[in-house]
C-alpha cells in the first residue's frame, strides 16, 4: 500500500491482514485497460469526459486510466482528484479521516464525469463525491468507475465500469490497488 | 444537667497524657481517673483508642452575621465549629457592617450567646476597616473583646498600626493582623509564580506578606505591643516570626489549614473554591509550614472558614470572592499533617491550648459569660471537651456540610481522624460525629 | 510552559475542546495545519462551502467585544454549513457578576453542539467546559491566559509563506519548516494571551523564539518559558527570519508600566531604521489591529501589509480546522 494509504489506515486505527490475493497486478492491468476501452466505446467523445479520481483510493487508478484513454483516443484527457471528507454523512461511524487535497483545474459544466474509486461497498462514498461535485459545477451526466464492487450497498448507486465483481462478507476487508487486489481483515492496530 | 462520663480515653493533658475516665458534672470537669464510679444516669461515652482533650478554639472565623446570611449565620457558624470540635469561635470584624462598635459588638455577643459554644468577637483595628482612623477598642474591650483585627486586609499605612499598637497595649488587648501589601498584591488572585504566568492570572508575590510580617515584627520592637500574625502562608514569613519571638518579642502566629494542605498547582483549574488571601503557596512553602507544625513551634492553627454563597463561587476565577470553609476539617487535616509520629499533645496545644491562651480565654469572663477553654484536664475546670477518633477514616461530601455554604476545597477528599463527640460547656454538643 | 508535571498533552483535537495551545503535541498542531490547507482550498472555490458540519449548532459567546474575531468564527462556522447562534454578550444584558453558569445553561437549554468563547477573564473557556462536559469548547480568548486559533493561524501563515518561498506544498513539509526558526516577538508580551499561544504553537513545532520588551512588560515567569529574553531589540532584528509584533493597549503606556507611547516606540517600536537592519526576506507579524507610530511606523506597515492580511484571511480555514476536527469528530446526534 502506498503511504498515503498507510497514513489513512492508521488514522482510521486500523490495520489490514492479508489473508489471500485474488488479482494479479497483470489482472488489474488488464482490467484497467478494458474499463478505458469501455469508457471509450460508450462515450465516443474523450475530449469532454473529466475523469475524476475520489481520495485516495481513487487517485492511482484515476491516473491509469486517464493516461491510457489519451493513449488510445489520441487526445489530451482532463482529470483531477476529489476529496469526500467534509461531505461524509456518516461521521460517527467512520471516524475521521484526514483530509487530503482536491484539484480540479478544468470546468465541470456540461461535462460527463467519471469517478474513480478502488472499491464500491455501501456506496456512501459516491453518495458524498456526487454532493462534492454540485458544488463544483453542473456536469452532464456523472459515470462511475471502480476496480472492485464487492456488495452490501446501502443506497441505490451502482457502477459503470467495474474492474471485478467481488462477493464478500461484511466484516472482511478489501485492499484494490493497481498493484493486485487482496482480501483480509481489518483489525485496530 | 446530667453527668457524662468518658471512659478510656488518651486524656491529653499539658505535659503527660494518660488513658482515664472523665467524668463532667454540671458543666465542669470533675473528676479525672483510672477509672470512676459515675452516678447511674450519667450519659456514657465510649472514647477507647481516642483522644480527649480540651475544646478547640478558633481564633479567626468568619460568621458573616450581620450583612451576608445567606453564606452563614453565627447559629449555622456554631454548628459547624461544634462538628468540626470547636467549644469557642472568635468572630471576624469584617462583616457588613463591620464590628467596629459597642452596638455591633453586642449584637453579635447576643446572638452567640443562644448558641452552645462561647462566640468571642474580634472588633476591628479601624473604623469600618479602613486603616485610617482607630475604631473605639476601649469601648469594645469593655465587652469583653479581646483581639482585634482588620482582617480581610491589613493596616496598610505604618504610622496608622504603630498608633494602634501603641493605643492598644495598655489595654491590656492584642492586635492581630492580616500580613499583605496591597499594592505588591497588585490586585492578584494567586501565588505570583510560574504558574499564574502559564495561567495568565495576576500574582499576589510572597513578598506582600513578608514585607508586612517584616515591617509589623519592627513595629513591635518599636512599641513592645503583642501582636498575632494571621494565616502565615510561606517558609519565610515562618521564619521571621519565630526569630523575633526568639529574641523574646511579644509575637504568636497562626497557620490556616489550607496552607498547610494544598499548594497553589490546585488552582490550575481555574476553580474559585481555591481562591483565598494570602493565596496556596508554592509546595516548598506547604512543607514548611508542616514541618513547623511537626516541630511543635506553631502557636496555633486557625480555620480562617470563609463561607461564601455558592452562586459566588460559581463566577470566573478573577471575579469570585477569596476565602474557602475549614471549620469542619481543620482537626482531621491538622492530625494528618502531624503525620504518624504526631504527638497528641501539640495536636490539642495548636487547636485548643494555643488559641486559648492567645484570645485570653483561659479564664472565664462573667462579663459575656464565656467558661475557660484550653483546659489542663483535671479536675474543676470548666468542661469544655472534645473527644477526637484519630483511626476514623471517611471522605468530604459538600452537600452534607453543617455550614450554610458548600465552598469547601476538600470536597471528595479521603480524610484520617474525626471529631466523635464534643462538649460545650458540659453539654453534649456532638455526639457519634453527629450534632445532637 | 514547559510542560508541567502531570500535564496531559494532546496528540489531536478531534472530538475535544480547543482551550491553550500549550496543551497540544506537535503532531496535534500539524494536524490542524493540514486540515486548514483543504479548507484554504475550499475558500477559493466559487461556493465556499461544505455540508461538514451540517445540522450542527455552534453559539458564538463573545464577552469581550471583538468584531474581527467573532465574523471570523461565525464565517467560518457557515462556511461549515453549521447553525450559528450570535452572542454579542459584551453588548447584551448580561452584567458582570452573572454567573456564567447560568449564561451557559440558557444557551446550551437552546441544544447547541459547540461554543466559541471570548472573556475578559483567564480560565472562563476551561470553566465553561466543566459546566457543558457535552459541548466542544473553542477558547477565542480568555483573558491574558491563551488566544489558540491566533497562535494557530500564525503557525500556519508562516507556513504557507516559507513553503511557497522553497517551493513545496504546506502538507508536505509538515513541521520542517519551523526547525531552527529564528521568531522574535516584541511588545507587551505580559499581558498578551497571543504571546503565549504563540510561544506555545513556535516552541512545539521546533522553532527557536526570542522575547523583546521593557522588563515591565516581560512576564514575571519568563525564565521558565522556552524562550531567551532578548536583551539588544537591534541586534535581536538582524538575528529573527520572523518578527511577530504585539499591539500595546494605550491603558499600559500611561505611565504604570511603559513611561509613555512615544517612549515605548524609542525602545521597542519597529521603525524605519530598525526595519532596515532586518534581514531583507523577514517576515513582520501583527494579530492586529496595528497601533501605527507605536510598535510600528506607517511606512513599514506598508511593506509588511501582505503578511498580515494572510494571517486574516488565514483566520478563516484554521477555525473551519478547528472546529471541523473538534466537532465533527464528537459524533453525531449527540446533543440532539
Not at chain 1, 489520441?74 to 461521521?91: K, T
Not at chain 1, 467495474?162 to 485496530?188: C, F, H, M, Y
Not at chain 2, 453564606?71 to 459547624?80: L, M, N, T, V, Y
Not at chain 3, 514547559?2 to 496535534?28: F, H, M, P, T, W
Request: net charge negative; proline share 4%; aromatic share 4%.
Amino acid at each position: 500500500m502506498s503511504n498515503e494509504d498507510e497514513r489513512q489506515a492508521r488514522t482510521r486505527g486500523l490495520a489490514f491482514t492479508a489473508k489471500s490475493q485474488l488479482l494479479t497486478t497483470d489482472d488489474v492491468t488488464r482490467a484497467v485497460r478494458r474499463m478505458a476501452h469501455e469508457i471509450v466505446e460508450r462515450n465516443h467523445d474523450v475530449v469532454s469526459l473529466s475523469i475524476i479520481g475520489l481520495q485516495t483510493g481513487g487517485r492511482a487508478p484515476a491516473s491509469a486510466l486517464a493516461s491510457i484513454l489519451a493513449e488510445i483516443s489520441g487526445q489530451p484527457v482532463s482529470a483531477g482528484m476529489l476529496d469526500v471528507s467534509f461531505y461524509r454523512d456518516d461521521l460517527s461511524r467512520n471516524p475521521l479521516v484526514t483530509s487530503s487535497a482536491t484539484n480540479i483545474d478544468h470546468d465541470l459544466t456540461d461535462r460527463t464525469v467519471v469517478l474513480v474509486d478502488d472499491v464500491l461497498f455501501t456506496g456512501r462514498t459516491i453518495r458524498a463525491a456526487l454532493n462534492a461535485l454540485s458544488d463544483w459545477g453542473r456536469p452532464r451526466a456523472v459515470q462511475l468507475a471502480v476496480l472492485v464492487d464487492r456488495g452490501h450497498r446501502e443506497l441505490p448507486i451502482r457502477p459503470d465500469y467495474v474492474g471485478k465483481n467481488l462477493p464478500t462478507s461484511q466484516d472482511e476487508a478489501i485492499v484494490a490497488t493497481l498493484e493486485g487486489v487482496w482480501i483480509g481483515t481489518r483489525e485496530p492496530s | 444537667m446530667s453527668a457524662i462520663i468518658i471512659r478510656q480515653g488518651l486524656v491529653v493533658g499539658e505535659h503527660v497524657s494518660a488513658v482515664a475516665d472523665v467524668l463532667i458534672v454540671d458543666g465542669r470537669i470533675a473528676e479525672v481517673a483510672a477509672t470512676i464510679d459515675a452516678p447511674s444516669d450519667a450519659h456514657e461515652l465510649d472514647a477507647r483508642d481516642c483522644w480527649v482533650g480540651p475544646g478547640f478554639v478558633d481564633l479567626h472565623a468568619h460568621l458573616r452575621e450581620p450583612g451576608r446570611e445567606a453564606a452563614e449565620s453565627i447559629e449555622s457558624g456554631a454548628r459547624a465549629g461544634a462538628l468540626g470540635g470547636y467549644c469557642a469561635l472568635i468572630a471576624m470584624p469584617n462583616t457588613e457592617p463591620a464590628l467596629d462598635n459597642v452596638a455591633l459588638v453586642s449584637y453579635v455577643l447576643e446572638r452567640g450567646a443562644r448558641t452552645p459554644l462561647d462566640i468571642a468577637v474580634a472588633g476591628a483595628i479601624t473604623k469600618e476597616r479602613r486603616g485610617e482612623l482607630l475604631a473605639p477598642m476601649a469601648e469594645m474591650a469593655a465587652l469583653g473583646v479581646r483581639l482585634f483585627t482588620d482582617d480581610g486586609v491589613g493596616v496598610q499605612d505604618p504610622s496608622v498600626m504603630r498608633r494602634a499598637l501603641t493605643y492598644a497595649k495598655p489595654l491590656g488587648v492584642r492586635l492581630a493582623q492580616h500580613c499583605e501589601d496591597e499594592q505588591l498584591a497588585a490586585g492578584g488572585t494567586m501565588n505570583e509564580g510560574a504558574l499564574s504566568g502559564r495561567l495568565g492570572l495576576i500574582g499576589r508575590p510572597a513578598l506582600a506578606e513578608e514585607l508586612m510580617v517584616l515591617r509589623d515584627i519592627e513595629l513591635v520592637r518599636l512599641t513592645t505591643a503583642p501582636l498575632h500574625f494571621l494565616h502565615l502562608s510561606t517558609s519565610r514569613s515562618v521564619q521571621m516570626v519565630l526569630g523575633a519571638r526568639d529574641e523574646g518579642l511579644p509575637v504568636t502566629f497562626e497557620v490556616a489549614p489550607h496552607h498547610f494542605t494544598l499548594d497553589e498547582g490546585a488552582c490550575a483549574s481555574y476553580d474559585p473554591v481555591f481562591k483565598v488571601h494570602p493565596p496556596l503557596r508554592s509546595p516548598g512553602d506547604v512543607a514548611a509550614l508542616r514541618d513547623a507544625l511537626r516541630r511543635g513551634v506553631v502557636d496555633a492553627v486557625a480555620t480562617d472558614h470563609a463561607p461564601h454563597a455558592p452562586e459566588l463561587k460559581d463566577l470566573v476565577f478573577d471575579e469570585a470572592p477569596a476565602g474557602m470553609l475549614g471549620l469542619e476539617h481543620a482537626a482531621a487535616l491538622t492530625f494528618e499533617a502531624l503525620g504518624p509520629a504526631g504527638d497528641p499533645r501539640t495536636f490539642f496545644q495548636v487547636l485548643s491550648r494555643g488559641p486559648a491562651r492567645i484570645a485570653q480565654l483561659r479564664e472565664n469572663d462573667i462579663r459575656v459569660r464565656h467558661s475557660a477553654h484550653g483546659a489542663a484536664m483535671v479536675s474543676g475546670e470548666d468542661a469544655n471537651v472534645t473527644v477526637f477518633d484519630p483511626r476514623s477514616h471517611w471522605s468530604v461530601d459538600r452537600n452534607t456540610l453543617e455550614s450554610r455554604s458548600m465552598n469547601t476545597p476538600y470536597d471528595g477528599r479521603a480524610m484520617s481522624g474525626r471529631v466523635r463527640a464534643t462538649i460545650a460547656k458540659g453539654r453534649l454538643v456532638v455526639d457519634q460525629g453527629l450534632l445532637t | 510552559m514547559d510542560r508541567y508535571e502531570g500535564a496531559v498533552v494532546i496528540e489531536s483535537i478531534r472530538g475535544r475542546n480547543l482551550l491553550s495551545l500549550d496543551e497540544l503535541s506537535k503532531e496535534a498542531i500539524v494536524e490542524v495545519l493540514d486540515t486548514a490547507e483543504s479548507f484554504v482550498e475550499v475558500n477559493r472555490r466559487s461556493i465556499k462551502k461544505v455540508p461538514a458540519l451540517k445540522g450542527r449548532v455552534v453559539a458564538s459567546l463573545f464577552f469581550e467585544e471583538s468584531t474581527r474575531t467573532r465574523l471570523s468564527f461565525e464565517t467560518a462556522a457557515k462556511r461549515l454549513s453549521a447553525d450559528v447562534l450570535s452572542l454579542a454578550v459584551a453588548s447584551s444584558s448580561v452584567k458582570k457578576g452573572e454567573s456564567l453558569r447560568d449564561t451557559i445553561a440558557t444557551i446550551d437549554a437552546l441544544g447547541i453542539d459547540a461554543v466559541v468563547m471570548r472573556h475578559r477573564s483567564s480560565g472562563a473557556a476551561l470553566q465553561v467546559s466543566r459546566y457543558v462536559p457535552h459541548v466542544r469548547v473553542i477558547n477565542g480568548g480568555d483573558g491574558q491566559h491563551q488566544h489558540p486559533t491566533q497562535g494557530l493561524l500564525d503557525a500556519f501563515t508562516i507556513r504557507q509563506l516559507l513553503s511557497e518561498r522553497h517551493d513545496t506544498t504546506g502538507l508536505e513539509s509538515g513541521a520542517a519548516l519551523f526547525k531552527g526558526l529564528r521568531i522574535l516577538i516584541v511588545g507587551d508580551i505580559r499581558h498578551s494571551r497571543v504571546a503565549r499561544s504563540d510561544v506555545a504553537a513556535y516552541a512545539t513545532l521546533g522553532a527557536e523564539v526570542r522575547l523583546c520588551a521593557p522588563g515591565t512588560l516581560l512576564p514575571e515567569d519568563v525564565a521558565t518559558w522556552p524562550v531567551t529574553v532578548a536583551s539588544d531589540f537591534d541586534d535581536a532584528l538582524a538575528w529573527a527570519d520572523v518578527v511577530g509584533l504585539l499591539r500595546l493597549q494605550s491603558e499600559r503606556g500611561s505611565g504604570a508600566f511603559v513611561a509613555s507611547l512615544s517612549e515605548f516606540t524609542f525602545t521597542h517600536g519597529l521603525t524605519v531604521e530598525r526595519a532596515r537592519r532586518m534581514k531583507p526576506d523577514a517576515l513582520i507579524m501583527h494579530p492586529g489591529p496595528m497601533n501605527r507610530g507605536v510598535e510600528i511606523d506607517s511606512r513599514v506597515v506598508d511593506s509588511s501589509r501582505a503578511v498580515v492580511e494572510r494571517q486574516v484571511s488565514n483566520g478563516v480555514p484554521i477555525r473551519m480546522a478547528v472546529l471541523y476536527l473538534s466537532v465533527a469528530g464528537s459524533g453525531e446526534g449527540q446533543t440532539r
